[in-house]
Every structure is written in structure tokens, then in C-alpha cells.
């Protein structure tokens, strides 16, 4: 009866012990399972959207006279006044200036010691000699005052036709430009804000290679210049690639090289990855042409160099050499214009 006693005393201790022994348990996986971190804590997540994609080729430029003439005169003599203004535009056959020959000058000159009747009555008979604008244009320059002397072919006036910009196209980019291409601009010292358009219309076949870069000459005619322009004017240019309009798109780093994407039903789901089709690229972001809808959750891993997964590397498909935006678009060809 003692031995039937102290085996109960027994098992109800050693069932004690094992009751104790699943509770800790218990309560350890519970608190490996509440310090698990969760989806939010491994990925960072946006919504997919839809907004416009500018592919954009920057390179450098200035302004420059399309064509620049020097308006020389064409006697030796002296100036007796200047009909035209500095920065105004003329048109061809306006008159410039006014020349006298070395003779007139004298004559007048000899004349002014006999009276103002002397000088007037050689003034009507020996006429100055017209300097004569040669083709419309604006004028850049001026070089001589009223009461100069000048030598033939010394030039009076420097003039243009139009300003346009020349933009100096890397070897490597040439193949992006073509004729008629849409191209925008800032000017150097003028505020960002003021950006001003243009369209290609002449393509050098000649380069320059300075310290062993090589370009292209570029130039681009301006839409409705502003009156502030000048000859010389420093730029930066940027022809339009593509340009595609409320299209699906999402950050460029949240697409993997192989056009894999990770989507989940919200931002506080799991991801699952899933094969797009992508069209432009501008380096921020990339259109979605299938695969995605709008409002659709994607997702990439937080401090992705470290964590991504075998096979889903991320980060922008983009070739920023010198700084630049390339048309790196890859799956279907970029759509739009």
C-alpha cells in the first residue's frame, strides 16, 4: 500500500514537472514568434501610380550668331553719324550710318573756317555716303563713334541673322539626336525656371576632339527668343529621348535587372515577386506597360545590397556616366514620341 502510495507521490511530481517544462515552452515561442519582425519591417513599400516620363540627353551648349557678318565700311573717311542703335534689329537696305569720303571731310573741315553758309552750301553739294545693312538681321555690335576715321573694310558694325544654340553632343550620345528633335534649355546665370525650347536642325558631320572627347556640333533653332539672349550665353541642354504621358510607373529601384518586381496586396503583406514589362526609364522611374495595375503595393528589401534575394538585385538601370539621362529603356521599345 506504501509502494502504490509513493509511485502516485511520483508521477504527480514528475507531471508537475512537465506541465512547467511545456509552459516555458510555451511562452518562449510565443515570445520568439512576438519578436519576429513583420512584413513592414523587412520592405519598404509604394503604391504603384501613375504620372508622366520625360527620358532626358544632357549636354552643354552656348549661344552663338547662326551667322555673323562684319559690316565694314566701304570707304576711307569719317563718321558722321550713326543711324542704327546698338541691339536693334534692321532690315536689308536700312541705312546704318553715314560716311564721309578723306575729300568731304576736308572740304567741310576747310569750309567751317569760312562760315556756317560755306558749310551748309557743301554739305547739300558733296553728300556723305551711306553704310547700307546687307541682309536683315540684329545688330551684335558697334564699334565706332561719330567722328572716327576709318580705313576701308574696317568694320563698323558687326551683325546676325538669328541666335541660335550650339550644343556639343558626346560621340557616344550622337546616335540619340536626330533632326527636328524637341530640345529644352537653362541659361548660366539665369534662374532654372527660365527654360527655354528649341528644335534640332542641323547635325555636324565634322567633330572636334578636345582632350581626347570627341563631339559633335548640334544646333538647335530657338522658339520665340526672349529679348534677353545673347551671343555667348553658357547653356545646358537637354534634347527629349521619350516622353510618355499618365502611364504606370514606379520607382526605378524597385525593379530588379530581370524586370522582376515584389507585390503584395497591402504594406503590411508578405511580397511576392512577379515579371513585368517595362518601357521608359528616366533613371527616378520606370513605366510599367503590363504586369502592374494602379494602387497595386510593390515592395523591395530594406538595405537591399545586403538582404536581396539570389537573382533580384536592385537599383536604377540607368547609365549616369558624366551625368547624364540615356534612353536605357529595356523589355518593349519606349512608346510615345
Do not use: C
Request: aromatic share 8%; glycine share 6%; proline share 5%.
Amino acid at each position: 500500500m506504501n509502494i502504490q502510495i509513493a509511485t502516485l507521490k511520483t508521477l504527480a511530481r514528475n507531471r508537475n514537472f512537465w506541465f512547467i517544462v511545456g509552459g516555458l515552452i510555451a511562452v518562449s515561442v510565443a515570445v520568439w514568434w512576438w519578436r519576429l519582425p513583420s512584413a513592414a519591417d523587412k520592405f519598404d513599400y509604394v503604391r504603384v501610380e501613375r504620372g508622366d516620363i520625360r527620358v532626358l540627353l544632357q549636354e552643354t551648349g552656348n549661344l552663338a550668331a547662326e551667322h555673323r557678318l562684319n559690316v565694314t565700311s566701304p570707304i576711307a573717311g569719317r563718321i558722321d553719324s550713326i543711324a542704327a542703335k546698338e541691339g536693334s534689329d534692321v532690315k536689308k537696305g536700312d541705312i546704318l550710318a553715314w560716311i564721309s569720303s578723306t575729300e568731304r571731310a576736308a572740304v567741310l573741315d576747310a569750309a567751317r573756317a569760312r562760315g556756317e553758309e560755306e558749310v551748309k552750301f557743301w554739305e547739300e553739294v558733296y553728300k556723305p555716303a551711306p553704310l547700307i545693312a546687307p541682309l536683315d538681321g540684329h545688330l551684335i555690335a558697334l564699334s565706332v563713334v561719330p567722328g572716327q576715321v576709318v580705313a576701308p573694310v574696317q568694320t563698323v558694325f558687326v551683325m546676325s541673322d538669328r541666335l541660335i544654340l550650339q550644343a556639343y553632343v558626346d560621340e557616344t550620345d550622337l546616335h540619340h539626336i536626330r533632326p527636328d528633335q524637341r530640345a529644352e534649355f537653362t541659361l548660366s546665370g539665369f534662374s532654372d525656371k527660365i527654360r527655354l525650347v528649341g528644335s534640332v536642325f542641323q547635325i555636324a558631320y565634322d567633330s572636334s576632339t578636345v582632350n581626347n572627347v570627341t563631339t559633335y556640333m548640334v544646333k538647335v533653332v530657338i522658339e520665340r527668343p526672349p529679348s534677353f539672349l545673347r551671343s555667348g550665353l553658357t547653356a545646358d541642354v537637354y534634347f527629349v529621348l521619350n516622353e510618355v504621358s499618365d502611364v504606370l510607373k514606379v520607382p526605378a529601384e524597385f525593379i530588379s535587372v530581370d524586370n522582376t518586381v515584389l507585390v503584395a496586396t497591402s504594406e503590411k503583406d508578405h511580397p511576392e515577386p512577379r515579371k513585368v514589362t517595362v518601357g521608359a526609364s528616366d533613371g527616378n522611374y520606370t513605366e510599367v506597360i503590363s504586369g502592374l495595375v494602379e494602387n497595386d503595393w510593390v515592395a523591395r528589401p530594406k538595405f537591399a545590397i545586403k538582404s536581396a534575394q539570389p537573382g533580384f538585385s536592385f537599383g536604377p538601370k540607368f547609365d549616369n556616366n558624366k551625368n547624364k539621362a540615356r534612353a536605357t529603356t529595356t523589355g518593349n521599345a519606349p512608346r510615345g514620341r
